[in-house]
């Protein structure tokens, strides 16, 4: 039997992106915190700004349960939803 490879420095990387303040971000990205410890309540909201080019913190944040926004710097109970966004069409479906 041999033992198991070791994980490269690429693999750690993606396992731990979108955690705490190695995280990333777009406008219109979901932040999701999950609180590790009993009666910490779970919550979202939508990135609605970003202060570095680059998609690192802190964030602009519209919470979901009341609509307020705040200035949110993650940590390591929280992580990004990226989302996709369809292109906007003009709704007659696909050009013939």
């Given at each position: 039997?041999?033992?198991?490879?070791?994980?490269?420095?690429?693999?750690?990387?993606?396992?731990?992106?979108g955690?705490?303040?190695?995280?990333?971000?777009?406008?219109?990205?979901e932040?999701?915190?999950?609180?590790?410890?009993?009666g910490?309540?779970?919550?979202?909201?939508?990135?609605?700004?970003?202060?570095?080019?680059?998609?690192?913190?802190?964030?602009?944040?519209?919470?979901?349960?009341?609509?307020?926004?705040?200035?949110?710097?993650?940590?390591?109970?929280?992580?990004?939803?990226?989302?996709?966004?369809?292109?906007?069409?003009?709704g007659?479906g696909?050009?013939?």
């Open positions: 039997m041999t033992a198991p490879a070791t994980a490269s420095r690429a693999d750690r990387t993606a396992r731990t992106e955690t705490g303040a190695s995280m990333r971000a777009r406008v219109g990205d932040i999701v915190v999950r609180g590790t410890t009993a910490v309540v779970a919550r979202d909201g939508e990135v609605v700004g970003l202060h570095h080019p680059d998609g690192s913190p802190p964030y602009d944040v519209r919470w979901a349960e009341n609509g307020r926004v705040t200035l949110y710097f993650p940590g390591p109970d929280a992580h990004v939803r990226h989302l996709t966004h369809a292109p906007a069409g003009d007659r696909p050009a013939e």
